[in-house]
């Protein structure tokens, strides 16, 4: 079931012309919200970002989500009508400007696109990371979304599928520890966490959010910032977060790290998705 522009279709064969600014330019932006039956995580989250996404690119979305009520109305409709789904799925939310214009665009609304994909239940329960320096990722006013524009993910895929590994580590382009494919990093040294900052050319996760607010309100130390890979090799534990799960990474290149999470971390994942 897939909802395009206000309308359900059963089948994934919607039309979009030629001109399509998604198809054409990468002009957009996605979001992919976890579910669990009629129980969706975190949905005022990842309408924030959305919006502040929107805005980024200048972009007006249709009146179905012109709201935070509006939002969880219309993603409410796509739960009651694709009910197959009543595990554990995630939904996937595109929002692209309309045709007109070549690199200039012509107008600034926007089509919409939602529907629901099953999730991988053959994930790893530790990973074992490459690190792809062919690509550096750049600071941008729109790097900290989701956009359509995904090539260093991409070809950073293809590299982990050639070298054998579950995951690869990106670099911004001056050097400094990024995030994986589709997850950001931490890692612990003692008794502080740390993070790559939004500067680094990262994406804003939504669950980084999330245990980031849990370990400044539980006092303990949470540090952001630009750090070199000697920084990440000295962790005693590092993992990854999306909003899939957040997992631990047991190797990185020849480096091996412990290979389960944290006690704090642990009790956040079971108090966020039990």
């Given at each position: 079931m897939y909802w395009y522009n206000d309308q359900f279709y059963e089948t994934e064969e919607i039309c979009l012309p030629l001109t399509d600014r998604a198809f054409q330019y990468g002009d957009g932006l996605f979001e992919s919200i976890r579910c669990e039956g009629k129980r969706i995580f975190f949905l005022e989250d990842h309408y924030t970002r959305l919006c502040e996404g929107a805005q980024c690119l200048a972009l007006i979305p249709p009146n179905s989500i012109s709201s935070l009520d509006r939002f969880k109305q219309t993603i409410g409709h796509m739960l009651h009508q694709d009910i197959?789904?009543?595990?554990?799925?995630?939904?996937?939310?595109?929002?692209?400007?309309?045709?007109?214009?070549?690199?200039?665009?012509?107008?600034?609304?926007?089509?919409?696109?939602?529907?629901?994909?099953?999730?991988?239940?053959?994930t790893p329960n530790k990973l074992k990371l490459g690190i792809f320096d062919h690509i550096k990722?750049?600071?941008?006013?729109y790097s900290r979304f989701k956009t359509c524009q995904s090539l260093p993910y991409i070809l950073?895929?293809?590299?982990?599928?050639?070298?054998?590994?579950?995951?690869?580590?990106?670099?911004?382009?001056?050097?400094?520890?990024?995030?994986?494919?589709?997850?950001?990093?931490?890692?612990?040294?003692?008794?502080?966490?740390?993070?790559?900052?939004l500067d680094c050319g990262i994406v804003e996760g939504i669950m980084r959010k999330q245990i980031i607010q849990y370990l400044t309100t539980n006092d303990i130390p949470i540090i952001t910032g630009k750090f070199g890979l000697e920084s990440l090799m000295e962790a005693e534990a590092v993992f990854q977060s999306n909003i899939g799960n957040i997992t631990p990474i047991c190797q990185i290149v020849q480096k091996c790290f412990t290979p389960t999470l944290p006690s704090v971390i642990l009790d956040l994942k079971k108090s966020l998705f039990s």
């Amino acid at each position: 079931m897939y909802w395009y522009n206000d309308q359900f279709y059963e089948t994934e064969e919607i039309c979009l012309p030629l001109t399509d600014r998604a198809f054409q330019y990468g002009d957009g932006l996605f979001e992919s919200i976890r579910c669990e039956g009629k129980r969706i995580f975190f949905l005022e989250d990842h309408y924030t970002r959305l919006c502040e996404g929107a805005q980024c690119l200048a972009l007006i979305p249709p009146n179905s989500i012109s709201s935070l009520d509006r939002f969880k109305q219309t993603i409410g409709h796509m739960l009651h009508q694709d009910i197959k789904y009543k595990n554990s799925a995630r939904i996937k939310i595109m929002l692209w400007r309309k045709p007109g214009g070549l690199y200039t665009p012509t107008q600034s609304t926007s089509n919409l696109l939602l529907y629901i994909q099953s999730t991988d239940k053959n994930t790893p329960n530790k990973l074992k990371l490459g690190i792809f320096d062919h690509i550096k990722l750049p600071f941008t006013p729109y790097s900290r979304f989701k956009t359509c524009q995904s090539l260093p993910y991409i070809l950073a895929g293809q590299a982990a599928s050639k070298r054998q590994v579950d995951d690869m580590l990106l670099c911004n382009d001056s050097g400094f520890v990024a995030e994986c494919i589709s997850s950001n990093i931490f890692w612990k040294i003692n008794d502080t966490y740390y993070t790559p900052s939004l500067d680094c050319g990262i994406v804003e996760g939504i669950m980084r959010k999330q245990i980031i607010q849990y370990l400044t309100t539980n006092d303990i130390p949470i540090i952001t910032g630009k750090f070199g890979l000697e920084s990440l090799m000295e962790a005693e534990a590092v993992f990854q977060s999306n909003i899939g799960n957040i997992t631990p990474i047991c190797q990185i290149v020849q480096k091996c790290f412990t290979p389960t999470l944290p006690s704090v971390i642990l009790d956040l994942k079971k108090s966020l998705f039990s």
